[in-house]
Nanobody, 121 residues
């Protein structure tokens, strides 16, 4: 599976943005899809995950503001981000793995390049 993230940009605090992840290759529908982010000077962290069986999980910091979704027919994944805060500024990465509900990076075998999201105050 090859992944490519897009849709990042500059947005004001309180605004919304949707980042996308395009997948190529076979069996996308059978993979768990995850989103991670890395802020400057910080380690990459888990944001959200959605598995093939509907198992959906979020980091506490984004719960209620972010929504993960996928369109298996189009081989696309999405992360809708609402009520954005300056602390959401980071490079956002999409990933695919086999384990439903996975929140650890090591459980994701496939990674896309990141897309920059910058939230201004």
């Amino acid at each position: 599976v090859q992944l490519q993230a897009s849709g990042g940009g500059l947005v004001q605090a309180g605004g919304s943005l949707r980042v996308s992840c395009a997948a190529s290759g076979h069996s996308f529908r059978s993979y768990t899809m995850g989103w991670f982010r890395q802020a400057p000077g910080k380690e990459r962290e888990f944001v959200a995950t959605l598995s093939w069986n509907g198992d959906e999980r979020y980091a506490d910091s984004v719960k209620g503001r972010f929504t993960i979704s996928r369109d298996n027919a189009k081989k696309m994944g999405y992360l809708q981000m609402n009520s954005l805060k300056p602390e959401d500024t980071a490079v956002y990465y999409c990933a695919a793995g086999a384990r439903p509900g996975a929140v650890q990076e090591r459980l994701y075998a496939y990674w896309g390049q990141g897309t920059q999201v910058t939230v201004s105050s």
